[in-house]
Protein backbone atom coordinates (compact mmCIF):
# COMPACT_ATOMS: atom_id res chain seq x y z
CA UNK A 1 0.00 0.00 0.00
CA UNK A 2 1.40 3.23 -1.37
CA UNK A 3 1.51 5.67 2.34
CA UNK A 4 2.73 8.67 0.20
CA UNK A 5 -0.13 11.15 -0.13
CA UNK A 6 -1.52 13.03 -3.82
CA UNK A 7 -0.06 16.38 -2.41
CA UNK A 8 3.61 14.72 -2.26
CA UNK A 9 3.37 13.01 -5.38
CA UNK A 10 1.99 15.92 -7.09
CA UNK A 11 4.80 18.11 -6.28
CA UNK A 12 7.52 15.48 -6.68
CA UNK A 13 6.26 14.39 -10.21
CA UNK A 14 6.06 18.57 -10.63
CA UNK A 15 9.32 19.61 -9.49
CA UNK A 16 7.58 22.34 -7.43
CA UNK A 17 7.86 23.06 -3.91
CA UNK A 18 4.71 21.88 -1.69
CA UNK A 19 4.18 25.85 -0.60
CA UNK A 20 3.29 26.21 -4.71
CA UNK A 21 0.86 23.05 -4.49
CA UNK A 22 -2.54 24.88 -3.29
CA UNK A 23 -1.84 27.52 -6.88
CA UNK A 24 -1.04 24.44 -9.66
CA UNK A 25 -3.42 22.52 -8.65
CA UNK A 26 -6.45 24.92 -8.88
CA UNK A 27 -4.57 25.78 -12.50
CA UNK A 28 -4.88 22.88 -13.76
CA UNK A 29 -8.17 21.58 -12.22
CA UNK A 30 -10.16 24.95 -12.54
CA UNK A 31 -12.65 25.58 -15.75
CA UNK A 32 -10.94 27.36 -18.58
CA UNK A 33 -12.42 30.21 -18.54
CA UNK A 34 -12.99 30.18 -14.70
CA UNK A 35 -9.02 30.65 -14.90
CA UNK A 36 -9.54 33.48 -17.07
CA UNK A 37 -11.48 35.56 -14.83
CA UNK A 38 -10.06 34.40 -11.26
CA UNK A 39 -7.85 36.99 -10.38
CA UNK A 40 -10.95 39.42 -10.92
CA UNK A 41 -13.21 37.33 -8.81
CA UNK A 42 -10.72 37.45 -5.97
CA UNK A 43 -10.80 41.17 -5.82
CA UNK A 44 -14.60 41.71 -6.07
CA UNK A 45 -15.70 38.59 -4.10
CA UNK A 46 -12.59 37.14 -2.22
CA UNK A 47 -14.40 34.15 -0.40
CA UNK A 48 -15.46 32.88 -3.62
CA UNK A 49 -12.89 30.22 -4.76
CA UNK A 50 -13.25 29.07 -0.32
CA UNK A 51 -14.68 25.78 -1.57
CA UNK A 52 -11.95 25.08 -4.21
CA UNK A 53 -8.95 25.74 -1.65
CA UNK A 54 -10.80 23.43 1.04
CA UNK A 55 -11.38 20.53 -1.68
CA UNK A 56 -7.69 21.10 -2.72
CA UNK A 57 -6.45 20.93 0.45
CA UNK A 58 -8.26 17.41 1.06
CA UNK A 59 -7.41 15.73 -2.24
CA UNK A 60 -3.42 17.03 -0.91
CA UNK A 61 -3.89 14.12 1.69
CA UNK A 62 -5.76 11.30 -0.09
CA UNK A 63 -3.40 8.27 -0.24
CA UNK A 64 -5.75 6.45 -2.76
CA UNK A 65 -7.44 7.13 -5.48
CA UNK A 66 -10.50 5.15 -4.22
CA UNK A 67 -10.70 7.83 -1.36
CA UNK A 68 -11.49 10.62 -3.95
CA UNK A 69 -14.88 9.99 -4.28
CA UNK A 70 -15.58 10.93 -0.65
CA UNK A 71 -13.77 13.70 -0.79
CA UNK A 72 -15.78 14.95 -4.27
CA UNK A 73 -19.15 14.48 -2.42
CA UNK A 74 -17.69 16.79 0.54
CA UNK A 75 -16.97 19.19 -2.31
CA UNK A 76 -20.69 18.98 -4.30
CA UNK A 77 -22.54 20.34 -0.42
CA UNK A 78 -19.54 22.35 0.91
CA UNK A 79 -21.87 25.30 2.22
CA UNK A 80 -19.68 27.78 -0.17
CA UNK A 81 -20.38 25.61 -3.58
CA UNK A 82 -23.42 27.37 -3.98
CA UNK A 83 -24.44 30.69 -6.40
CA UNK A 84 -25.54 31.77 -9.89
CA UNK A 85 -21.64 31.82 -10.53
CA UNK A 86 -20.37 28.66 -9.57
CA UNK A 87 -23.40 26.31 -10.25
CA UNK A 88 -24.66 27.92 -13.93
CA UNK A 89 -21.54 29.67 -15.11
CA UNK A 90 -18.95 26.99 -13.55
CA UNK A 91 -16.34 29.45 -12.31
CA UNK A 92 -15.20 26.88 -10.05
CA UNK A 93 -12.84 23.47 -9.65
CA UNK A 94 -13.97 20.87 -12.16
CA UNK A 95 -14.46 17.65 -10.18
CA UNK A 96 -13.94 15.68 -13.46
CA UNK A 97 -11.00 18.13 -14.03
CA UNK A 98 -9.47 16.67 -10.46
CA UNK A 99 -10.67 13.40 -10.44
CA UNK A 100 -8.56 12.83 -14.07
CA UNK A 101 -5.60 14.49 -12.32
CA UNK A 102 -5.53 12.39 -8.58
CA UNK A 103 -5.72 9.20 -11.26
CA UNK A 104 -3.15 10.45 -13.17
CA UNK A 105 -0.56 11.18 -9.75
CA UNK A 106 -1.55 8.19 -8.15
CA UNK A 107 -1.57 5.71 -10.57
CA UNK A 108 0.37 7.05 -13.41
CA UNK A 109 0.66 2.96 -14.82
CA UNK A 110 -2.89 3.83 -16.53
CA UNK A 111 -2.02 7.25 -17.92
CA UNK A 112 -2.62 6.87 -21.73
CA UNK A 113 -6.07 5.05 -21.14
CA UNK A 114 -9.27 6.27 -22.49
CA UNK A 115 -10.06 8.64 -20.03
CA UNK A 116 -13.74 9.34 -21.13
CA UNK A 117 -13.93 5.99 -19.66
CA UNK A 118 -12.34 6.04 -17.04
CA UNK A 119 -14.70 6.51 -13.86
CA UNK A 120 -17.82 3.29 -15.28
CA UNK A 121 -17.89 0.09 -15.50
CA UNK A 122 -17.53 -1.90 -18.77
CA UNK A 123 -20.85 -2.63 -20.14
CA UNK A 124 -22.46 -5.78 -20.42
CA UNK A 125 -23.61 -5.59 -24.08
CA UNK A 126 -21.56 -4.74 -27.72
CA UNK A 127 -23.56 -2.48 -29.53
CA UNK A 128 -24.16 -4.68 -32.40
CA UNK A 129 -26.14 -6.66 -29.61
CA UNK A 130 -28.15 -3.96 -28.17
CA UNK A 131 -31.68 -5.24 -29.71
CA UNK A 132 -31.53 -8.66 -28.55
CA UNK A 133 -31.80 -8.54 -24.34
CA UNK A 134 -29.44 -11.95 -23.01
CA UNK A 135 -28.71 -13.32 -26.62
CA UNK A 136 -25.68 -12.83 -29.40
CA UNK A 137 -25.88 -12.75 -32.83
CA UNK A 138 -24.54 -16.42 -32.64
CA UNK A 139 -27.52 -17.58 -30.83
CA UNK A 140 -29.88 -15.66 -32.86
CA UNK A 141 -27.96 -17.19 -35.98
CA UNK A 142 -28.99 -20.65 -35.10
CA UNK A 143 -32.64 -20.38 -33.83
CA UNK A 144 -34.46 -22.01 -31.26
CA UNK A 145 -33.17 -24.82 -29.63
Not at 3 to 12: D, Q, R, S
Not at 75 to 101: C, D, I, Q
Not at 134 to 142: L, M, P
Request: aromatic letters at 8%; hydrophobic letters at 35%; one cysteine or more.
Amino acid sequence: MNETTFGALYCAQRKIDSKDYEKAVLNETLYPHAKLVAPIIRLLWPRHFVADHDFVQSVARLRRFREFFNESEDYAHHPENTGFSRVTLNLRVSSRRMRRLVREVLHPELTGLDPADDHSAAPFQNKKDEGLPGASKADSATGPA
